[in-house]
């Protein structure tokens, strides 16, 4: 039904930029938040940013000043913009969404097949 569409990741030099793109397509209704993830080999799953349903963005301390995320909510997209990227932002990336299919009433939890990002000289 719901797919989640990601597009953008590769390899780049330390300091330089990368934006990833999300797509959701299916039988939506309605997205509430939407948002990227990334897990690196031997650490936990944690957030990079997320657009709130409200159109609010929120980005955590660890990448602030350095990643910036969009929502078009038109195209049912999420962007995450890169920038300054460094070798431990090296990670799988993960489009991450909450959406409504037409004909519920809930929302379930999306995930990505994840995409790579490796920043290495």
């Known amino acids: 039904q719901v797919q989640l569409v990601e597009s953008g990741g590769g390899l780049v030099q330390p300091g330089g930029s990368l934006r990833l793109s999300c797509v959701a397509s299916?039988?939506?209704?309605?997205?509430?938040?939407m948002g990227w993830h990334r897990q690196a080999p031997g650490k936990q799953r944690e957030l990079v940013g997320v657009?709130?349903?409200?159109?609010?963005?929120y980005v955590p301390d660890s990448v602030q000043g350095r990643f910036t995320i969009s929502r078009d909510n038109a195209k049912n997209a999420v962007y995450l913009q890169m920038a300054n990227l460094k070798p431990e932002d090296t990670a799988v990336y993960y489009c991450?969404?909450?959406?409504?299919?037409?004909?519920?009433?809930?929302?379930?939890?999306?995930w990505g097949q994840g995409i790579q990002v490796t920043v290495s000289s």
């Open positions: 299916g039988s939506i209704a309605r997205i509430e938040r």
């Open positions: 991450n969404a909450a959406i409504q299919a037409y004909g519920l009433t809930w929302s379930n939890d999306h």
């Open positions: 657009v709130f349903s409200g159109g609010t963005p």
